[in-house]
């Protein structure tokens, strides 16, 4: 990843909406809430002038906007990172990339962005958001691209994710399975398929189904957890779609006035 890579990242508190029930956890503590459901989204890619909020005229991002408008924005130390790998390994570690192991040099980076070739991946030292949220009685999800290491002792599942749905890297490629193979996709622990095979990326036209796959998995995440009254939730929702190479679902393709 040659050129700098800037993330964004949202964070919603959940409340039940009607027909939905609140969720269940264990009992709080005597005069504490329940934990409120969590909606983590962070978003490749993402310059600065690509939110309306921030002076974008083609107003493309309406309800980013209003989410910003009826909460609070933090322009400054929104990542620690402009590469995609250090940037998550501090958002969920809370530690800086020269401390947990996810750093860049002028010249050289260790695991800055774990291609196939780097095996190294986060700590087992490192003690994850989503580690502290199931101590506290949540279920935790990940959908999208994970890139804290792609062996499985890396994975999201060993550290503190009790469910997964995407792909351990970017979605470079595509590439001749005789000499490297194409990047893997994820169901919980079983590989459901690879990038530009089972689930198609078209360079020459920008599209793939990709995004809507993800939304419908966090849909139906909420909805799980919603109907079966079980414990709080902590969704991690970390989708490359704008990580290039971009890509759109067919029914957005060609719809932006500065993009695919």
């Known amino acids: 990843m040659a050129a700098a890579v800037s993330a964004a990242l949202l964070c919603l508190s959940l409340t039940p909406t009607s ?7 264990p009992p709080p503590a005597p005069g504490l809430p329940p934990g409120p459901n969590l909606l983590l ?25 209003r989410m910003a408008a009826e909460g609070m924005l933090f322009p400054n130390f929104y990542t620690a990172s402009p590469l995609c790998s250090p940037a998550r390994a501090s958002l969920l570690t809370g530690r ?29 030292a490192e003690l994850l958001l989503p580690e502290l949220l199931k101590k506290a009685g949540y279920t935790n999800k990940i959908i999208g691209k994970w890139h804290l290491g792609h062996r499985e002792h890396f994975h999201p599942l060993r550290h ?23 990047i893997p996709v994820y169901n919980n622990s079983e590989m459901v398929g690879r990038y530009y095979e ?3 990326i078209n360079l020459k036209t920008g599209e793939s189904n990709l995004t809507q796959i ?35 679902s067919k029914s957005f393709l060609k719809t932006s006035q500065r993009g695919l």
């Open 41 to 65: 989204l962070l978003m490749d890619d993402m310059g600065w002038g690509d939110l309306g909020v921030l002076g974008q005229p083609a107003e493309e991002t309406p309800n980013l906007d």
């Open 19 to 25: 027909g939905l029930p609140p969720a269940r956890g």
């Open 160 to 182: 503190g994710f009790d469910q997964w749905f995407g792909a351990p890297n970017c979605h470079f490629g595509p590439y001749n399975n005789m000499v490297k193979p194409n």
């Open 96 to 124: 800086l990339p020269i401390r947990n192991g996810f750093y860049t040099t002028n010249a050289h980076a260790r695991n800055a962005y774990t291609p196939q070739e780097i095996v190294g991946g986060i700590s087992d």
């Open 198 to 200: 089972e689930f198609d």
């Open 214 to 248: 993800y939304l419908q998995e966090a849909l139906q995440f909420i909805r799980d957890q919603a109907l079966k009254k079980l414990e709080p939730f902590f969704l991690y929702w970390a989708i490359d779609a704008t990580h290039a190479p971009v890509y759109a």
